[in-house]
């Protein structure tokens, strides 16, 4: 069996922005360092064999928060890095809509294949979630595996862990300050918790 524990970075202050953001590479807020202590102590107990985290420093600064004094290294995956916005990086959904309106557009029609000018496409981000994730198992171990990245991320893996592929994306919702577990018999997924905080 594997036990797979699923967090999404602390708040940063582009959260309390409200624009888009993916691989803009910036810091947790002081609520999102509080909330990473919180989860650090909520799942002390927990003995992981593997830690995995997105390479942006939001991941890795949750992550080792998370494992504080335990002598675990972080294993960072490209490939769990966020939906990269391109030129929207940074920008409300409003300034787009006003400033780019035809690619807009374009991405509100078809949200699984236009690509954002200089970003991702739907498609090409949930592949490279999908092929990164499909490495982790590889091994085919009994293990249990601390996961922290993105919103978007985690939606691809739990959505793909399920078996609804691409559509069960926007089935989830993974919040910041909490974990999730997922466990993983004979090819068979079955959430056990979700954006739990005890």
């Not at 922005?17 to 807020?29: A, E, F, I, N, P």
């Not at 002598?71 to 769990?80: H, P, V």
């Amino acid at each position: 069996m594997i036990r797979l524990y699923l967090v999404r970075h602390g708040e940063t202050e582009y959260n309390r922005k409200g624009v888009y953001y993916g691989r803009t590479d910036c810091l947790l807020s002081d609520y999102g360092v509080w909330q990473a202590e919180k989860l650090k102590n909520i799942l002390f107990p927990v003995q992981f064999d593997r830690v995995i985290s997105s390479p942006l420093q939001r991941s890795m600064q949750t992550a080792k928060r998370i494992i504080g004094e335990k002598q675990l290294q972080i294993q960072q995956i490209e490939g769990f890095a966020e939906f990269d916005f391109g030129a929207w990086e940074g920008k409300h959904y409003q300034e787009i809509e006003a400033d780019d309106p035809e690619n807009w557009q374009s991405w509100i029609n078809d949200w699984k294949y236009a690509q954002v000018p200089d970003g991702d496409s739907f498609m090409i981000f949930y592949n490279r979630v999908k092929s990164s994730l499909a490495q982790i198992f590889a091994g085919g171990l009994d293990e249990t595996i601390l996961i922290v990245a993105h919103q978007g991320t985690l939606r691809v893996i739990a959505a793909e862990l399920m078996g609804m592929k691409e559509e069960g994306y926007w089935n989830f919702c993974f919040e910041q300050g909490t974990y999730s577990l997922l466990e993983l018999v004979d090819g068979h997924c079955t959430i056990k918790k979700i954006n739990a905080t005890e």
